[in-house]
Structures are given as structure tokens and as C-alpha cells.
């Protein structure tokens, strides 16, 4: 998945750009890989009368064969008690109905590919830099600098990473690969030459000089205290074993991420740790349900929440999607390290710049203003600058914020020949300083950065007083460490839940915003990234810590993301005093405190209340208060509710943007009893009523959530309660809007690409073929492409100009529906991305989605997506859409 900067500019706006019909490839796009499934078989110990009839892959080929269905085995998984299967390519996709029917056949799913995780900072960094993040506040605000000085560092427990690999010749993370050293094992399961689209050659040897991600998540894990940035892993004695997963380049696929799961379970992994993901939606996913399985078996799985917050909620990220993992959203650092330049010629303190690193500029230079008026509105704007402009090349360019965009003023300055352009924020007009954001800016291919309003206007009026002001941006020791504007926040590019069956993702949240950590070797060394992808082995390193010091038992392992959830603490929304707490659909239970989890003697036996939708609403919710202290304890129960979650814009079937809208109409929640007193090693049973809100627009699928804290003087834990305040079958799920292309979709587009409204005959050669075009507007469990003769009388859903929620239901069965035969078949599809305008595409050809050439003649397309919640039989829970009349001439 893609880290981001935290200081990058995430738009709030949720106006939709409309994208061309003609950006629209025509190849077929879809998430999962064409004919690739994962069989899952029952094991063999659950088949007793066949023992002799060989493994369980065996009778699986033998049957299969027996089928006559053609396949190709590439992995086989052989791990009893987690999952038992194997990876296979099908001849024919259509023989999945088969194969389940076969003796002995658990499930069959598609295999997916997840993008590699790509940082966007590009900036690696050496020991002379300054301004770099203080090497333990993310230690200081969740509490391990605590267990580090009482000698807790993870000793004893062995971290399985699933990554690009890592980088071992690192000295702070031992020098070395094998027994004794730091990274005591693993594997490379795939070889620098895999993209996700190649097959996978193995080694032993999982180094990883090329790539780097991996190496960056080992050492927030394990990096050996006492390098040159004084930083250190949060479980530096835990020993660590690399799974390479991803190539130099390109993705990965569910089958290699299985195979590096059940690698680690059988190495003797205690947790295992996954900073990659792809947003889908389900929890049915291979590497989902399998690592779910091994977070059951006893393990600690943590995975990546995602960054993909902008594109709004119900967009979590598989394989945290599995049920018993645990998905880390990421928080902001509480400072962000910035540079500072010095000026000659005036008096004044060096003047912070917004930027990580120190422009790279080593002569001191005469400062430059377009304006001498620093209330001046449209400074440097076209048309502005006099023709009696000076050369600039020499300057450093003072220009002040506002009226037009940053890029317009600094080309019209660059006319003049300026290289460098400090711009200052807006201020004094408008009464507020810095009123629009001291942050970071967008400035193409310039070399520009922002200053205060207060230090711009001090320069200005000095220049127009005619001083003469040099200054210097010095390479090293200028760093200051600025006080974040999001500090401790909820980072924005975190990924927004729930899953579309309403489990609760993400699960927690860990520092990950601005991290400094190791990197190979080749690569420079150390770097400083931010991403779910740097929380995740933040909480992998808590884990590591807790289970050091409560012991490396399943039960202890299985416990551990209620003590986390229980222990950590609920996250505002912004700095300002009375705004609402951020959704949980963004922060799970909060930020993780993992002294209190470790240390704490108050204990819930459950922390996710989860009250589902208003049709599945699960009533009063209960869970055990434990006190496991010393003395008695007198608890008060309060509520506490986070911000209602907007889910979907009003008026529109589409997601609201990240960051999501928050509203104050909470849920209300009693209690059976507020205050009760227990006694060392009593319980005390809490039943809460928790009422959604009322009045809230149910057709912004609002999704409520908050915290109900369990407080015994200084002590306070808490459980976490999600809700849906519409039912969740009610959303439509297929965009028949015109918003993202200007059409109305979904639509069937010729061979040149544009939408076929008269009947057309396609050949079926060369490009002569129809593509379907549409957009999911939310998660489905089950789409399906069926041809249909071209009389059909199946009267669709979508066709018409119906509202866009509540189509009236008929009668009727999904079965009754006459059709020629299936083209494709997609289990748990998740929704199209809002924030870049994804697509579904399927380029037709003349045969069935089983290779069955289809007779010529005409037909129509039928595309049917059924609801989330709804009943697959029932034809009345599906959306239905039926394309224009085609032939088929081949
Ligand atoms: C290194 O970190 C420790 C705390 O872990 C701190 O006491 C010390 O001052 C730091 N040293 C430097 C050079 O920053
Ligand atoms: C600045 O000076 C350093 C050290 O002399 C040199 O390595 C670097 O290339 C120079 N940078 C620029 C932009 O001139
Ligand atoms: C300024 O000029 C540039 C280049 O001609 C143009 O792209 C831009 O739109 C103009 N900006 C405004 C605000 O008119
Ligand atoms: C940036 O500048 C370089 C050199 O002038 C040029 O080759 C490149 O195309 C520019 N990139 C963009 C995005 O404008
Ligand atoms: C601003 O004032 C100074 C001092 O009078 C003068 O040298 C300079 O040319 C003026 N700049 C502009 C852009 O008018
Ligand atoms: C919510 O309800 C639906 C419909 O019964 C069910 O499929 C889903 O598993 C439920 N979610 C949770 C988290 O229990
Ligand atoms: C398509 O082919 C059929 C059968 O050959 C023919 O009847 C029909 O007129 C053709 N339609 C078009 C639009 O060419
Ligand atoms: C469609 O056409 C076929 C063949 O001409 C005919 O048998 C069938 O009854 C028609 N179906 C409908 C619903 O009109
Ligand atoms: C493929 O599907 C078509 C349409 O359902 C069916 O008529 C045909 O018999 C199938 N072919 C095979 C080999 O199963």
C-alpha cells in the first residue's frame, strides 16, 4: 500500500472530477487473478475411513481428474489445524461450481493481488541531519520507554515479518542472517525477479537490498539501541525471522502470502506481522480467512489498516480484513521535524520552513520581495510582476500566499529567472495568523516552501525599509522539532471501516506518522517514513513485549487484542476542546498503551460490541468486568460516544470522501448498573443499552460508535461499540450514476470504446469485441455477468430511473431467471475506489466464462449484484442491469 507523508496535503473537498470515457483501457479489470483459486480441503484426520486412499491433495487431484476438470497445482498448503489446500490455475474458471461439489472440498476462493507497499518520502537520512523526529516520543505516548526501563524489550519472542525482506547486514539489526543473530531465519519466497505476474523462484536467503520496505519494519521492531539517532526498536531483544514476499518490483499474490503464513506458524513464529493490504471490503479472502485462522490457533497476527483513508469508509484492507487479526490504523507524530534558515542583515531568530529535510542550496543569498505591501492579495499572481523586475536568479524570493495558485506565482517568478521562493502564509487581513495551515505544499517541479505569516511579514517590511537581508539554509543542525498541527491525531491516510459484514477494522491504533527507522544498506541506511505500514510493527513490537512478560501461551495470545483495546486510549478528532472523538470506523479502541495493558489489573472480557445494523441489531450488549488488583476497587461506568461517521454523501449513492464527515447526533447508552464496588479476583457483569441515534438521515448510512470507560480512580479501560443506523441491505451497490464518466453506467462500450446504443454484431477478432463498463458503489458478495437471449422479458432494477434506494421488491427466485449461460462470477467484491475513479471492466469474447464457445446470435448482457445481507436465492435481493442488444458473429 502506498505510505504517505504526513504532512501531505489530503483534500477535504468531496467534489467528484469526472473522468473520460476514453481513460478507460480496454482490458479486462478486475481485483482477482484470472483462474487462480485456493482449494481448501477437509483434513485428513477428518476423512477416517480414506486414510488409505492417500493426502488429502491427492484425493483432491484424483476426484478433480475424475471430473475431468483441467488445473495445474502451483502451492500446496499442509497445515492441519490452520488450513489444508492448495493454489491452483483452472483451465476453465466455471468448473469453481464443480469443485465445490467435489467430496472432501471445503472451499474455493480467487486468488487476489495486493500492491506493493510504496513510501512516498523519498528521503533517506544520515546521522549529520537535523530536524529529525525525537527518537522516542512514539515510545513516550504509548508507554514502552516505561517497559524499556524496566528492562522489557521483548527477549524470548520470535516475530515472523512478512515484507520485501531485509536488509540483516544493518548493523543495528545484528549484522547478520541465521542462528544468534537478531534475524534468526526465514525465507525468500519469491527472488528478486517476482512481480506478482511471474512465478516465484525461492532461496533461503530472504536479504532485501532493493526495495527497503521490510527493512524500515524491522526496525521499528528491533533496532539495536545506541546507533547514531539514538532511536530503538519498541522489542529490540525479540528475535526476528524475514518471510520475503515481494520482489525488487510489482505485487504480491494471496498464494505466496499464504505460503509465508503457514512458513512462519511452522518455524515457531509468536506473532507475525504484515505491513501490506489491499482494500476490499470482506473478511472472505485466502489471506484473510488464513491468517484469521492462525490469530484463533493462538498467534498474534497484526496487519496494516491501509492509507487509504481519502477514499472514505467501508474500504478496509485484506488480509487485515481476517476476523482475529489485528488491523493498525496509524497516529501523528506529536512533533513534526522541520528545517530552519538563518538571515544576516536583521536581527531575528532562524525561521522555520516546512520541510523534513534542508533545501539543498549551500550559499548564503540575498532575499528578494515581489511586493513591498505584505497585505498585498494576488503578490506574484499573472500579470503582477512589472517588466522592471531585476533578474532573480541571484535571490531567494520572498512572496506572499494567496489568490492564486502557488504554482501560477512561482512560474511567473521563474519568468524572471528565481530559483527558490520562500512563500508566507496568509495573515494580518484575515486576523488570523496562519490561517490557511502552516503545512506542507504542492509546488510541481518548484523549489518553494512555506513560512510563517508572522516571520514573511517581519521580512517584507524590513525589505521595504529598505534593508538588505541575506540568508542561508544551513545542511546540517537547523532542525527544529514543530509542534504537529495533527500531534497524536488519527493519521488522515488511514483506511476507514467497518467491513461490509460490519466487523470491526481497524482494530487499534500505533504511532505511524514520521518514523525513523533503519533501511538497506545500498539504499542510505536510515529513512524516515510514515504509513499503517510503520504502526503495524509498532503493535507487532508491543505484542512481542506483552507476550515476554505474560508468557507465550495461545491463551495469553488470544487474549491480547481485548487487553490492547481495553488499555489504549480513544483519539479526538482535532485539537480543539468539545470536537467529537474520532470515528472508530478510523481509530479502533484508540491509541495503544502498552504499559497499561501490560501492568493494568482491571480486565474486560470484551472489548468490540458490535450492534451490527438496525436489521441484524444485536439488543443489549454484555461483558465481565474483572479486578484482577490487589485491594477492592470502587468502578463508575460512563459513556463517552465518538463523532456518527457520514458514511455516504446525502443525496448521492456514492462515499463521502476521507476525512469523513463527523456529526453529533449519538447513540444513548444505559446501564444496568453505574457503580459497583469488586473485591480482588471478584467479576461484575455490565449490561449496556446502547439506543443508535435518532433523527440522523438513513441514507448516509450513518455508522455510530464510542466508548464505554470502566474508571477506578486513576484507572480507566474501556470497551468500544459500533453501529449501523440503516440497514445496510438498503444500500444500493451498483453506480448507476453518471458522475464519475458524464454516461450513465453501467454500460456496454463498442470496439472503439464508446457506449454501444444500437445493436451492433462483433466478430470477435482482433479488437472487434464489447467491454462492460460499471462501477461497484459499494462492497457485493456476489456479482454475476450472465448472456441472455436478446427477447429476454427480465425486467432489470437499474435500467429504469429508479430512486436510488429502495427499489420496491417483487417476488420471485434468482434461479427463475432464463439464461444462455454464466461469463463471470465474482464472490465479495468490494467497491470501486472514490478517490482515484476506479473501474470494473470485462472485455467480452464468444465463449462462456468455461471456455464453451457461445452459438452466434443475439443477446444482452446481464449483470446482477446482490446486496450486502441479502439472500443469495432470492432473485429480489439482487440489483440487475441489462445491456443493449449485441451480436454474436464470429
Ligand atoms: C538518547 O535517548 C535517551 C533516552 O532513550 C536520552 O536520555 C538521551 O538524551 C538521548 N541522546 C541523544 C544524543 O539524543
Ligand atoms: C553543497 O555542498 C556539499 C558539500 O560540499 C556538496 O556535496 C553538495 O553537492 C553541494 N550541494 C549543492 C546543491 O551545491
Ligand atoms: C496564469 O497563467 C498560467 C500560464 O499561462 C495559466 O496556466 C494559469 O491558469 C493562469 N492563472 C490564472 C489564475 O489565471
Ligand atoms: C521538471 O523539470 C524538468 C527539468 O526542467 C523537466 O524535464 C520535467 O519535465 C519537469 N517535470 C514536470 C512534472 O514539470
Ligand atoms: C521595496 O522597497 C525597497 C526599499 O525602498 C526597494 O529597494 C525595492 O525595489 C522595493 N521593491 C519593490 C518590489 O518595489
Ligand atoms: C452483521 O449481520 C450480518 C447479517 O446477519 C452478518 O452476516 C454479519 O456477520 C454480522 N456482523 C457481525 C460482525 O457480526
Ligand atoms: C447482426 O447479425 C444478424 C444475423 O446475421 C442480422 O440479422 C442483423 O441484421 C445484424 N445486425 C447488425 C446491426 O448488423
Ligand atoms: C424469444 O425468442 C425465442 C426464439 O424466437 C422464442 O422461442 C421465445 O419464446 C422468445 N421469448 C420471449 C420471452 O419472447
Ligand atoms: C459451458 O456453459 C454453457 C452455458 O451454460 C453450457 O451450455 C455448456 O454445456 C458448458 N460447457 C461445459 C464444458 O460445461
Redesign the pocket.
Known amino acids: 500500500m502506498k505510505a504517505a507523508l504526513s504532512f501531505a496535503l489530503f483534500g477535504a473537498t468531496s467534489a467528484l472530477a469526472a473522468k473520460s470515457l476514453s481513460s478507460v483501457q480496454r482490458i479486462t479489470n478486475l481485483p482477482t487473478v484470472p483462474n487462480k483459486f485456493i482449494v481448501e480441503v477437509t483434513e485428513a484426520s477428518n476423512i477416517p475411513s480414506k486414510r488409505d486412499v492417500g493426502t488429502p491433495h491427492e484425493q483432491l487431484y484424483r476426484s478433480l481428474a475424475e471430473r475431468k476438470i483441467s488445473f495445474d497445482v502451483h502451492k500446496e498448503y499442509d497445515a492441519p489445524g490452520i488450513f489444508v489446500g492448495a493454489a491452483l490455475t483452472l483451465a476453465n474458471a466455471q468448473d469453481v461450481a464443480s469443485i465445490l461439489k467435489t467430496e472432501g472440498v471445503v472451499a474455493i476462493r480467487p486468488i487476489r493481488s495486493y500492491p506493493r507497499p510504496v513510501p512516498v518520502s523519498s528521503k533517506t537520512c544520515a546521522p549529520g541531519d537535523a530536524g529529525l523526529p525525537d527518537s522516542e516520543s512514539t515510545h513516550i505516548t504509548t508507554g514502552v520507554d516505561k517497559l524499556h526501563a524496566k528492562g522489557i524489550t521483548g527477549k524470548g519472542i520470535q516475530i515472523g515479518i512478512l515484507d520485501t525482506g531485509i536488509d540483516y547486514t544493518h548493523p543495528s539489526l545484528g549484522g547478520g542472517f541465521g542462528a544468534g543473530f537478531k534475524v534468526a531465519g526465514g525465507y525468500d519466497l519469491v527472488g528478486d525477479a517476482y512481480t506478482g505476474a511471474n512465478a516465484p523462484v525461492p532461496d533461503s536467503d530472504p536479504l532485501d537490498q532493493c526495495a527497503g520496505h521490510g527493512t524500515h519494519v524491522a526496525g521499528i521492531i528491533g533496532a539495536n539501541p545506541g546507533n547514531e539517532f539514538n532511536i530503538s526498536g519498541v522489542a529490540y531483544d525479540s528475535t526476528i525471522y524475514a518471510y520475503r514476499i515481494f520482489g525488487c518490483d510489482g505485487s504480491v499474490n494471496d498464494d505466496v502470502i499464504v505460503d509465508g503464513l503457514l512458513r512462519g506458524v511452522k518455524d515457531g513464529a509468536d506473532i507475525l506481522t504484515l505491513s501490506l493490504g489491499g482494500s476490499d471490503g470482506w473478511t472472505e479472502g485466502t489471506g484473510s480467512v488464513v491468517s484469521s485462522r492462525i490469530a484463533a490457533s493462538g498467534k498474534i497476527v497484526t496487519i496494516a489498516a491501509g492509507n487509504e483513508g481519502a477514499s472514505g469508509s467501508w474500504f478496509t484492507s485484506s488480509p487485515g480484513n481476517g476476523i482475529d487479526t489485528i488491523s493498525v490504523a496509524s497516529s501523528d507524530n506529536t512533533v513534526i521535524p522541520l528545517q530552519s534558515l538563518t538571515v544576516d542583515g536583521v536581527t531575528h531568530d532562524p525561521i522555520v520552513y516546512y520541510d523534513t529535510f534542508p533545501l539543498a542550496i549551500n550559499e548564503t543569498l540575498p532575499l528578494y520581495?515581489?511586493?513591498?505591501d505584505t497585505t498585498i492579495v494576488d503578490d506574484a499572481c499573472n500579470g503582477t510582476l512589472p517588466d522592471s523586475t531585476p533578474d532573480l536568479s541571484g535571490f531567494v524570493v520572498l512572496v506572499r500566499r494567496g489568490s492564486c495558485a502557488f504554482v501560477d506565482k512561482l512560474a511567473n517568478i521563474a519568468a524572471f529567472g528565481a530559483k527558490t521562493a520562500l512563500i508566507y502564509e496568509l495573515s494580518v487581513l484575515t486576523g488570523s495568523l496562519n490561517g490557511n495551515g502552516f503545512a506542507g505544499i504542492e509546488v510541481g517541479n518548484f523549489s518553494a516552501v512555506l513560512i510563517q505569516a508572522e516571520d514573511g511579514v517581519f521580512l517584507g517590511q524590513q525589505?521595504?525599509?529598505?534593508k538588505s537581508i541575506k540568508v542561508t539554509f544551513p545542511q546540517s543542525g537547523a532542525g527544529v522539532q514543530f509542534p504537529s498541527t495533527t500531534g497524536g491525531l488519527v493519521s488522515t491516510f488511514t483506511t476507514y471501516g467497518p467491513t461490509n459484514d460490519f466487523y470491526f477494522k481497524p482494530a487499534i491504533t500505533a504511532p505511524g506518522g514520521d518514523i525513523l527507522s533503519t533501511y538497506p544498506i545500498p539504499l542510505g541506511t536510515w529513512r524516515l517514513d510514515s504509513g499503517t505500514s510503520m504502526a503495524t510493527p509498532f503493535l507487532a513490537g508491543s505484542a512481542a513485549l506483552y507476550l515476554s512478560v505474560k508468557g507465550k501461551t495461545p491463551s495469553v495470545a488470544k487474549g491480547a487484542r481485548t487487553v490492547f483495546q481495553a488499555t489504549s486510549k480513544p483519539i479526538s478528532s482535532s485539537l480543539t476542546d468539545g470536537d467529537p472523538f474520532q470515528t472508530v470506523t478510523q481509530q479502533g479502541a484508540g491509541l495503544v498503551q502498552v504499559y497499561d495493558a501490560i501492568f493494568g489489573t482491571t480486565l474486560l472480557s470484551r472489548t468490540e460490541l458490535i450492534l451490527n445494523d438496525t436489521a441484524h441489531f444485536t439488543g443489549p450488549q454484555k461483558f465481565t468486568v474483572k479486578n484482577a488488583g490487589k485491594t477492592a476497587k470502587s468502578y463508575t461506568l460512563s459513556h463517552v460516544p465518538a463523532g456518527t461517521a457520514v458514511t455516504i454523501d446525502a443525496g448521492s449513492i456514492l462515499p463521502a470522501l476521507g476525512p469523513v464527515p463527523l456529526s453529533t447526533s449519538y447513540a444513548s447508552v444505559k446501564f444496568n448498573s453505574n457503580k459497583f464496588i469488586l473485591s480482588p479476583g471478584q467479576s461484575h457483569d455490565v449490561v449496556a443499552t446502547i439506543t443508535p441515534p435518532a433523527g440522523i438521515d438513513a441514507t448516509t448510512f450513518p455508522v455510530y460508535s464510542g466508548f464505554i470507560h470502566v474508571t477506578s480512580g486513576a484507572e480507566s479501560v474501556h470497551a468500544t461499540y459500533l453501529g449501523l443506523a440503516a440497514s445496510v441491505k438498503d444500500k444500493q451497490v451498483v453506480d448507476n450514476t453518471d458522475i464519475v464518466f458524464g454516461i450513465t453506467i453501467p454500460a456496454l462500450l463498442d470496439s472503439t470504446g464508446n457506449v454501444q446504443d444500437a445493436p451492433i454484431n462483433y466478430t470477435f477478432v482482433g479488437e472487434d469485441a464489447p467491454t462492460v463498463l460499471w462501477r461497484q458503489a459499494f462492497g457485493t458478495p456476489l456479482l454475476r455477468l450472465d448472456l441472455v437471449p436478446a427477447n429476454t422479458s427480465f425486467t432489470p432494477t437499474l435500467n429504469k430511473r429508479t430512486p436510488i434506494s429502495f427499489v420496491t421488491k417483487k417476488g420471485g427466485s434468482f434461479a427463475q431467471v432464463s439464461t444462455v449461460g454464466a461469463l463471470l462470477e465474482q464472490p465479495y467484491l468490494g467497491r470501486n475506489d472514490e478517490g482515484d475513479l476506479s473501474q470494473n471492466t470485462l472485455v467480452l469474447t464468444n465463449t462462456f466464462a468455461n471456455g464453451t464457445v457461445i452459438p452466434n446470435g443475439s443477446y444482452k448482457v446481464l449483470l446482477r449484484a446482490l446486496r450486502v445481507t441479502g439472500d443469495a436465492t432470492k432473485e429480489a435481493d439482487y440489483e440487475s442491469w441489462l445491456s443493449p442488444i449485441f451480436g454474436i458473429a464470429a
Open positions: 520581495a515581489t511586493s513591498n525589505l521595504a525599509a529598505g
